[in-house]
């Protein structure tokens, strides 16, 4: 979401619109690095025997 306007005014700077880009002033904020759980070993047990090499007909 915050890096479509600083990619707008650096493409304004590449194309010679603007001498420097606005956006080299400003700080964009932190966010936070969602964690994903990880698969338990059943969890991968199950994916494993839902595979099937069979060809529906």
Do not use: G, H, R
Not at 9 to 22: A, D, G, M, R, T
Not at 24 to 53: H, R
Request: aromatic share 12%.
């Amino acid at each position: 979401m915050y890096k479509m306007p600083k990619a707008f005014f650096n493409w304004c700077v590449k194309e010679e619109y603007l001498i420097e880009s606005p956006m080299n002033k400003v700080e964009l904020p932190k966010t936070t690095k969602k964690v994903l759980n990880k698969f338990t070993i059943e969890d991968v047990q199950k994916m494993i025997n839902a595979f099937t090499t069979k060809i529906p007909i």
